[in-house]
């Protein structure tokens, strides 16, 4: 028997995630890491030149319009852990309304997006994909705002990177994640509430308290 979306869903409220090890490979396997990266959302740093970026694009930004091209996005690269069992769950995740996308789009094209699972007021970031110089932190950006404006307590990185850290993202050791996740998976937020966001209304509330 394969996995199922209630049993995904399970695996992220207790603190764990699956992966494959490559595109081609039909297995998955559950990870608990012992330092979990986090985006503290009112650490989410904008430097001058991302702020000008945000401003001047031109990009526009939306969510949930093409989730399983983001998904798609995300795989698109030379070594992904997203095989076909995984696009199948969170297209279903997706279509029961607990996987989200935010996507930057230059005109009618895709240029990068960002996608997640959301279970009660914790938010679980899955991957990301650039296209355009800094679409990927311009949806990062918007994704933090919408997270801040809409409830959400926690914003899960899984793994931190080089690229995450620049932009604010932290490790916290297992313990002090469950403890935050209890915690947020117990409140409730809402990923699609109606907002306005502009790209100086982002800049400034992130900047208000980063």
């Not at 490559?22 to 608990?32: A, C, G, I, S, T």
């Not at 949930?64 to 852990?81: K, M, Q, S, Y």
């Not at 110089?133 to 793994?159: C, E, M, N, P, W």
């Amino acid at each position: 028997m394969g996995l199922t979306p209630d049993l995904l869903l399970h695996g992220y409220s207790i603190g764990i995630f699956p992966m494959a090890e490559h595109r081609n490979d039909p297995d998955l396997f559950w990870v608990d890491p012992k330092l979990r990266g986090v985006f503290p959302l009112d650490g989410f740093h904008i430097s001058r030149s991302l702020a000008r970026r945000i401003r001047n694009c031109g990009f526009s930004v939306t969510i949930n319009r093409d989730f399983a091209a983001v998904v798609d996005g995300c795989a698109d690269r030379a070594d992904t852990w997203i095989n076909d069992e995984l696009r199948r769950l969170y297209a279903q995740l997706h279509h029961s309304g607990r996987a989200h996308s935010l996507e930057v789009w230059e005109g009618e094209e895709l240029v990068g997006g960002v996608y997640g699972v959301a279970l009660g007021a914790a938010f679980f970031g899955e991957s990301m994909f650039s296209r355009r110089t800094d679409a990927s932190k311009i949806a990062l950006a918007y994704l933090v705002d919408r997270l801040r404006q809409t409830g959400f307590q926690l914003f899960d990185t899984q793994f931190l990177t080089a690229h995450l850290a620049s932009l604010g993202a932290i490790e916290i050791p297992r313990q002090q994640y469950r403890q935050l996740l209890d915690q947020a998976t117990a409140a409730s937020a809402d990923f699609t509430a109606e907002l306005c966001q502009t790209p100086q209304g982002v800049i400034q509330r992130i900047t208000q308290t980063s």
